[in-house]
């Protein structure tokens, strides 16, 4: 699986985003799939996570209530739209794809492929 993140750029806090992640190849509905952010100098976070129906998703605390993840298995493509963006919201967005379809992990071992990254900024 090919994972290609798009969506990001510079925003004002406040502002909305949705990022996309296109996935080619094959069998995108067998994967879990997720979102993750990383800043310079910290450890990449888990930020949301869907599993392969979307039925279960998880999100991280800090993100609950203003970050929503979705899927469209017939296009191949899952979204992260972002509300009311924080200054502490910018990081570079990974998408990933878990072999562990059945549910949403949140950590970074579950995850058999990623994609590039897209930067987000966030003025304040």
């Known amino acids: 699986v090919q994972l290609q993140a798009s969506g990001g750029g510079l925003v004002q806090a406040g502002d909305s985003l949705r990022l996309s992640c296109a996935a080619s190849?094959?069998?995108?509905?067998?994967?879990?799939m997720g979102w993750f952010r990383q800043v310079p100098g910290k450890e990449r976070e888990s930020v949301a996570a869907i599993s392969r129906t979307g039925i279960i998703t998880y999100y991280t605390p800090s993100v609950k209530g203003r970050f929503t993840i979705s899927r469209d298995n017939a296009k191949n493509t899952m979204y992260l739209q972002i509300m009311s963006m924080k200054p502490e919201d910018a990081a570079v967005y990974y998408c990933?794809?878990?072999?562990?379809?059945?549910?949403?992990?949140?950590?970074?071992?579950?995850?058999?492929?990623w994609g590039q990254g897209t930067q987000v900024t966030v003025s304040s």
């Open positions: 990933a794809a878990s072999r562990y379809g059945a549910s949403a992990p949140y950590y970074t071992g579950a995850y058999d492929y």
């Open positions: 190849g094959h069998s995108f509905s067998n994967y879990a």
